[in-house]
């Protein structure tokens, strides 16, 4: 049974940086789509950032809003990937989720309802 355990977060203030990091086992995450999503309560889960499985060059793709802020790696002798969070602003608050589907599968890795693992969630806050 693949898990992935997430770790980080917490309160900070504008413009400090934070790290998560999402731990997988059962599951490898060099063969994975592995992308970092927050959610607030009423909305629908944004994309923040991904990256593709090896064999596709483990490209990043970020959003707009976090775009040149966010960085998303993945350690492959830990299986692990990290999202380093920069400069956080206030509009950076909310609950991020990681999550993770096998890199060899169809479909559109920008909807959430295509990922088959999930952590389990950590708030971040941003104090102005």
């Known amino acids: 049974q693949a898990r992935l355990e997430q770790s980080g977060g917490g309160s900070v203030q504008a413009g400090d940086s934070l790290s998560l990091s999402c731990a997988a086992s059962?599951?490898?995450?060099?063969?994975?789509?592995v992308a970092w999503w927050r959610q607030d309560p009423g909305n629908q889960r944004q994309l923040v950032a991904k990256?593709?499985?090896?064999?596709?060059?483990?490209?990043?793709r970020y959003d707009d809003s976090v775009q040149g802020r966010f960085v998303i790696s993945r350690d492959n002798a830990k299986n692990t990937v990290t999202l380093q969070m920069n400069n956080l602003k206030p509009e950076d608050t909310s609950i991020y989720l990681c999550?993770?589907?096998?890199?060899?599968?169809?479909?559109?890795?920008?909807?959430?309802?295509?990922?088959?693992?999930w952590g389990q969630g950590t708030q971040v806050t941003v104090a102005s």
């Open positions: 059962g599951v490898p995450l060099s063969r994975e789509i």
């Open positions: 990256i593709t499985a090896d064999r596709s060059g483990a490209r990043t």
């Open positions: 999550s993770a589907r096998n890199g060899f599968r169809n479909g559109d890795s920008n909807d959430w309802r295509q990922y088959e693992y």
